[in-house]
Nanobody, 125 residues
Framework: QVQLAESGGALVQAGGSLRLSCVASGRTFSRHAMGWYRQAPGKDREFVAVMSWDGRRKYYGDSVEGRFTISRGDGNNTLYLQMNNLQPEDTAVYYC??????????????????WGQGTQVTVST
C-alpha cells in the first residue's frame, strides 16, 4: 500500500523558516514527478511546487516563488519543501503528492494520484 507521510509542520513567526518532509513507502517514486499543494481554511487547494523525477524541472506557485524550494532526498523517495520568509498567508495544511506514471511531465497541472494526509503550517504575525 502506497503511503505518503508529511512532517515538519509547525507554528512559526512571520519571517521564519520551516522545512517540510514527505516520505513515500509502498513503492518507489524515483522515476515520478512529485509535488506540494496546500489548503487554507475556507479556500481551495492551491498548487505550491512540482518537481520532475530527475530534478531538472521545477515549478512554483506565484505566491511562493523565490521563497520556497522543492527538492528530493537521496534515493528519491523523500521530498522536501524548504520554506523561507514565511508569511501569515502561508498558513495552511500542506500536502505531498506523487504521480503514478513514471517519467511523466511535471507541470503545475500534473494530475497526482497519491496524496499524503497533510501537515499543518501556521504562521503568526
Amino acid at each position: 500500500q502506497v503511503q505518503l507521510a508529511e512532517s515538519g509542520g509547525a507554528l512559526v513567526q512571520a519571517g521564519g523558516s520551516l522545512r517540510l518532509s514527505c516520505v513515500a513507502s509502498g513503492r518507489t517514486f524515483s522515476r515520478h514527478a512529485m509535488g506540494w499543494y496546500r489548503q487554507a481554511p475556507g479556500k481551495d487547494r492551491e498548487f505550491v511546487a512540482v518537481m520532475s523525477w530527475d530534478g531538472r524541472r521545477k515549478y512554483y506557485g506565484d505566491s511562493v516563488e523565490g521563497r520556497f524550494t522543492i527538492s528530493r532526498g537521496d534515493g528519491n523517495n523523500t521530498l522536501y519543501l524548504q520554506m523561507n520568509n514565511l508569511q501569515p498567508e502561508d498558513t495552511a495544511v500542506y500536502y505531498c503528492a506523487a504521480d503514478q506514471h513514471p517519467y511523466g511531465v511535471a507541470t503545475p497541472r500534473t494530475k497526482f494520484n497519491f496524496w499524503g494526509q497533510g501537515t499543518q503550517v501556521t504562521v503568526s504575525t
